[in-house]
């Protein structure tokens, strides 16, 4: 089992990062897959996830209108578009996995990949 997030870096308020998630999960069954951040001292929050056939999707409403999620079907890679970023956008980044569709928060998620920081400045 392994997810692996990449795409982060330093970028100045108002412009865009890419973030991706590649995945290898069981294949018994369906997997959802969510983005999550963690700023310095803070708990994980929840940003956006999507359905395993990537026909459905939810996001935080801190978010809505700027990030966007979406799954590429041949190889399953999700990504976190972000536009428009704040400075407190600023946070390590973290892609999870549930079998679960509509769940936000960190129990719900069986799964983690390592972070990738994404720095705002203003």
């Known amino acids: 089992v392994q997810l692996q997030a990449s795409g982060g870096g330093l970028v100045q308020a108002g412009g865009s990062l890419r973030l991706s998630c590649a995945s290898s999960?069981?294949?018994?069954?369906?997997?959802?897959i969510a983005w999550f951040r963690q700023g310095p001292g803070q708990e994980h929050e929840f940003v956006a996830a999507?359905?395993?056939?990537?026909?459905?999707?939810y996001s935080a409403d801190s978010v809505k209108g700027r990030f966007t999620i979406s799954r590429d079907k041949p190889n399953g890679t999700v990504y976190l578009q972000m536009n428009s970023l704040k400075p407190e956008d600023t946070a390590v980044y973290s892609c999870?996995?549930?079998?679960?569709?509509?769940?936000?928060?960190?129990?719900?998620?069986?799964?983690w990949g390592q972070g990738t920081q994404v720095t705002v400045s203003s």
């Open positions: 999870a996995a549930s079998p679960l569709f509509g769940v936000s928060t960190t129990a719900g998620f069986d799964y």
């Open positions: 999960l069981p294949t018994s069954r369906t997997w959802t």
């Open positions: 999507i359905s395993w056939d990537g026909g459905s999707k």
